[in-house]
């Protein structure tokens, strides 16, 4: 079902961008890898899990939720004025 849902995604994603384009409206989709927030790491999330997740990223760090930030201003500004129809997989690099 994930994998299914994330194909969705992309398939939205470049069938609005192929759609509002020609308006300038630019469409594109933020995949994250494994954010860890303070509720899941009290809760459930394991040091061996955490440690064996991290081992596997070419940034070797915990992903937070404040690491998604700088790439949605930057798909929110001019800077980006030109990416659409595009998945931007933040992942520490995930292998």
């Keep these: 079902a994930y994998?299914?849902?994330k194909a969705g995604i992309l398939g939205l994603t470049k069938g609005l961008a192929g759609k509002l384009g020609p308006d300038?409206?630019?469409?594109?989709?933020v995949a994250?890898?494994?954010?860890?927030?303070?509720?899941q790491q009290e809760?459930?999330?394991t040091e061996q899990a955490l440690a064996a997740h991290v081992a596997k990223q070419c940034i070797r760090d915990v992903?937070?939720?404040d690491d998604m930030v700088g790439t949605v201003l930057f798909l929110a500004?001019?800077?980006?004025?030109?990416l659409t129809a595009q998945m931007l997989i933040v992942d520490g690099g995930f292998l």
């Excluded at 994250?32 to 509720?39: A, K, L, N, Q, S």
């Excluded at 500004?77 to 030109?82: G, V």
Aim: proline letters at 7%.
């Design 63 to 65: 992903m937070r939720p």
């Design 32 to 39: 994250p890898g494994w954010v860890i927030t303070e509720r």
């Design 77 to 82: 500004s001019d800077a980006s004025r030109m």
């Design 24 to 29: 300038r409206i630019r469409v594109n989709a």
């Design 43 to 45: 809760r459930w999330v």
């Design 3 to 5: 994998t299914a849902a």
